[in-house]
């Protein structure tokens, strides 16, 4: 690092965050595209040297804060400074109405040690800033849902090697499969290797599944009023489980939650309640109609 540098941390943070199926439609903010933007537009106009980023905690949970260790000449500092407080006016401006709390703060660090090359930065901001995020496609048989979507979950950066972790979900197995294949041409164009696995089996739609009949049978002989039954962006577990067993037939059903994969998570506790009548009204009943 040249003696007339200096070392910085930028933080980007204060955004709700979120589950990564559930709420991926709600145009929130993503910590590690919105700072990798900042970047893109920045680090070469400023010769940024970019010592470290990360960003997220969790593949399944929309990452609410990013951050990176720079170091840049002594000179630029205000210019990074200014930048940054612009780029935080730009996200208020564009997402204020549901990130109230979105900013971008630097402060002074000591040295750091040594940075990226300048070729290495740019392919690393160019990929993640190129990288999709948020929904890919909406349902055609399940109107009002996503059918396939990605979340730019968790990035780090080691003494050798960067790594983007996203999460894959698709009602169809081959709207995931498609996903996997852009990453890996952007990947193959950044010269970075890409490597699926742990991946979830899609689990689609079924509107005429007899457990989903029986269950809003039980329902409305339990409580006196029709459930409302919805596809979401989410229910991982069945698809695992229906991969083996693909004439299984399933539906997914528990307590109210809000907030989830995010500080703001909580469960309606009376929902606790009800979900376990019917749960174990449905377990009476099931071997009935086997």
Known sequence: ?????????LTLKGLKGGHS????HLGLGNANKLLARFFAAHAAELDIRLIEFTGGTLRNAIPREAFATLA?????????????AHFQATLQNELGVKEKNVSVLSEPLAHQGQALTADSRD????LLNSTPNGVIRNSDVAKGVVETSLNVGVVTMEQDHAEIICLIRSLIDTGKDWVVETLTSLGALAGAQTAPKGGYPGWQPDADSPIMALTRKTYEALFGKTPNIQVI???LECGLFKKPYPNMDMVSIGPTITGPHSPDEQVHIESVGLYWKLLTALLNVVPEKA
Not at 21 to 24: E, K, M, N, Y
């Open 72 to 84: 840049i000449d002594s000179h630029k500092v205000d210019a990074l400074k200014s930048a940054a």
């Open 233 to 235: 962006h989410a229910g």
């Open 21 to 24: 199926g559930a709420d991926i």
């Open 1 to 9: 690092m040249p003696a007339n540098f200096e070392t910085l941390k």
């Open 123 to 126: 392919r690393f901001i160019n």
